[in-house]
């Protein structure tokens, strides 16, 4: 019987995806009692070989031809057999007992949703370049997330598969943010979510610019939307670089400078440069999208 449903979307990232499912294959939790549904979200691509896995899971491949890896999931959730989904993307490896320490929390009927810990590992964890130091800084902290924004990416996210009808499947036509968007709407319907320690993926750091200037693009045309029609929008729009200036530079630098010890000055220094050009890049790729470009995957 399938208790546990694990969704993972993928585009163009097969190897890391073997990596994933090697993982999953090695879960302390039943391999009888969870299916792993991937969801390939580039349907003129698929050249993964998924026989080593068929003795080891319970695999289900699916084709989404809609753009988005929330789509991809709304895909995925539509064939889910399992009372619990979980989510983790192709680039994430879970630990042995991911899902064994996962679904025990939803032992207590409280417990509504429940968003893992995501732990980043590095190329040379003594070394880290100047991006991985930024990731160190400012990614993927699902304790934050919870606290502070009541929300969990769907990295390491698990929740009673129920709740997709009462809420609402994942909002297909974003392109990013829509995990913090769907758990927004599920706190309105009076969901509890839960940070968990013991519930662990772990993550390759980016390690360069370019990788970090990749992801900025792609979080900028997935969310933004522009409106001309009223005044307000129009205040809006001019006001939105000095807006994002102050919030993703000033606030975060203020923050590595005087409250993260954990650095050293030169590691903060570094922190400070990737701050000041990703700005440059959030910048930049506005006016793209303002004059017409089409928004990045």
């Not at 304790?143 to 996210?157: D, E, H």
């Not at 890049?281 to 089409?294: A, Q, S």
Request: some cysteine; glycine content about 6%.
């Amino acid at each position: 019987m399938i208790l546990v449903s694990i969704i993972i979307p993928i585009y163009k990232d097969w190897d890391r995806l073997f990596v994933c499912l090697e993982a999953l294959s090695r879960q302390t939790f039943s391999k009888e009692a969870f299916e792993v549904i991937v969801v390939n979200n580039e349907p003129t691509e698929s050249v993964f070989d998924s026989s080593p896995f068929q003795s080891k899971l319970n695999l289900v491949f699916l084709h989404e031809d809609f753009p988005g890896s929330y789509a991809a999931r709304n895909k995925g959730l539509k064939i889910a057999k399992g009372d619990i989904v979980g989510f983790t993307d192709s680039d994430c490896i879970p630990h042995d007992k991911w899902i064994e320490n996962a679904v025990a929390y939803f032992n207590d009927d409280s417990n509504d949703r429940v968003a893992g810990k995501v732990k980043l590992f590095f190329e040379n964890s003594k070394r880290k370049s100047a991006a991985e130091l930024y990731e160190s800084a400012f990614s993927f902290n699902q304790r934050r997330n919870v606290n502070k924004y009541g929300a969990s990416i769907t990295a390491n996210f698990f929740t009673r598969r129920q709740f997709f009808d009462d809420v609402g499947f994942f909002d297909n036509r974003r392109k990013s943010g829509e995990d913090f968007g769907w758990n927004r709407r599920a706190n309105n319907e009076g969901l509890s979510l839960i940070y968990a320690d013991d519930v662990v993926v772990e993550h390759p750091a980016r390690a360069n610019l370019a990788g970090l200037a990749d992801k900025k693009r792609r979080v900028l045309g997935g969310k933004k939307t522009f409106n001309f029609r009223s005044p307000k929008g129009v205040l809006k729009e001019l006001f939105y670089i000095p807006f994002i200036f102050f919030k993703t530079f000033i606030l975060p630098a203020a923050a590595v400078l005087f409250k993260k010890n954990e650095f050293t000055f030169i590691e903060k220094t570094k922190i400070v440069y990737v701050l000041f050009f990703l700005q440059i890049v959030v910048n930049i790729e506005y006016f793209r999208l303002l004059f017409g470009g089409v928004p990045r995957r």
